[in-house]
């Protein structure tokens, strides 16, 4: 698979968790998901890393700021959105 920024692929072999590990910072917080192969079908079944990864840019793109951050509300959307994933 070509590399994507803000997803990680995690492979060791002394670690319990193989998968990929989404990761994205914005506005002074961070957000992150792990998206195991055991759940998500293996190291090349990553469409559901890159879907929740482009629903949360599509997201935060059009979240409003209070003071220079995300609000409480954007935070709690991505929340969600990242449970649902």
Do not use: C
Not at 8 to 25: D, H, I, K, V
Not at 62 to 74: Q, Y
């Amino acid at each position: 698979m070509k590399s994507i920024k803000n997803l990680t692929r995690m492979t060791y072999e002394t670690a319990a968790f193989q998968g990929w590990r989404l990761a994205l910072s914005s506005k002074g917080t961070a957000f992150i998901r792990y998206f195991p192969d055991k759940k998500y079908g293996g190291e090349e079944q990553s469409f559901a890393a890159e879907a929740a990864l482009a629903a949360l840019k599509g997201l935060l793109d059009g979240a409003r700021l209070a003071d220079g951050k995300h609000t409480a509300a954007t935070r709690a959307k991505v929340g969600k959105l990242l449970e649902r994933a």
